[in-house]
């Protein structure tokens, strides 16, 4: 059974860092991607980030040149390093994860990602 579980939310003030982790187990496709989703309250979700297994990562426009996806692949990990933090980026933040064989550009799709987890709040104060 997959189960996929965040880490790592909290405050921040304007301008700061955070930093977001989320393990992944019982996947048992040797390809698989891994994304980050954030959704505020009356919202859909939206995708952050994402990545592939063998390490291509795509970002939203809102988040480019801020926020960096990054993984750990021999403890199945998946990271989200969240500097320059603003107002707006305050969210709850899923991670999720698909074992597809196919990764030609990591999917920012809610509808691509098969396993997802409980969330993470984040919140930045101005």
């Known amino acids: 059974q997959v189960q996929v579980v965040e880490s790592g939310g909290g405050s921040a003030q304007s301008g700061g860092s955070l930093r977001l982790s989320c393990a992944a187990s019982?996947?048992?496709?040797?390809?698989?991607?891994m994304g980050w989703f954030r959704q505020t309250p009356g919202n859909e979700r939206e995708g952050v980030a994402a990545i592939c297994r063998d390490g291509r990562a795509n970002y939203a426009d809102s988040v480019k040149a801020r926020f960096t996806i990054s993984q750990d692949k021999a403890k199945n990990t998946l990271y989200l390093q969240m500097n320059s933090l603003k107002p707006e980026d305050t969210a709850m933040y899923y991670c999720?994860?698909?074992?597809?064989?196919?990764?030609?550009?990591?999917?920012?799709?809610?509808?691509?990602?098969?396993?997802w987890g409980q969330g993470t709040q984040v919140t930045v104060s101005s």
């Open positions: 999720a994860a698909d074992p597809s064989y196919v990764c030609t550009q990591a999917p920012l799709r809610v509808g691509a990602y098969a396993y």
């Open positions: 019982g996947l048992t496709s040797a390809n698989y991607y």
